[in-house]
């Protein structure tokens, strides 16, 4: 019966090479569908339109629920969270 094996290891160099070497982008490209949740700290945190819609926000994103349809629009050009 053996207790041990022999393993060979890889040069902490060699490990870096393939790290830092062919390293791309993903070719993937993320579709938002829906955000749940939003701040709900403040008073003005959600805003009812004239068009029937309700405007709120997560984070850096500004989100337009219709109501009829469920569906909701994004608008996602923050740098920083949003804070009305």
């Known amino acids: 019966m053996?207790?041990?094996k022999t393993?060979?290891?890889?040069k902490l160099s060699d490990i870096e090479k393939n790290l830092h070497g062919n390293v791309s982008?993903?070719?993937h490209h993320l579709v938002l569908d829906?955000?749940?949740g939003f701040?709900?700290?403040?008073?003005?945190?959600?805003v009812h339109l004239?068009?029937?819609e309700l405007v709120?926000?997560?984070?850096?994103?500004?989100?337009?629920?219709?109501?009829?349809?469920?569906?909701?629009r994004?608008?996602?050009e923050h740098e920083k969270d949003i804070c009305w």
């Open 34 to 36: 829906r955000i749940f």
């Open 2 to 4: 053996e207790r041990f």
């Open 50 to 52: 004239s068009t029937g």
């Open 74 to 76: 994004f608008y996602a």
């Open 39 to 46: 701040n709900g700290s403040k008073p003005n945190d959600l």
């Open 7 to 10: 393993v060979s290891i890889s």
């Open 56 to 72: 709120f926000y997560a984070g850096v994103f500004a989100i337009l629920w219709n109501q009829k349809s469920g569906k909701q």
């Open 25 to 27: 982008l993903p070719k």
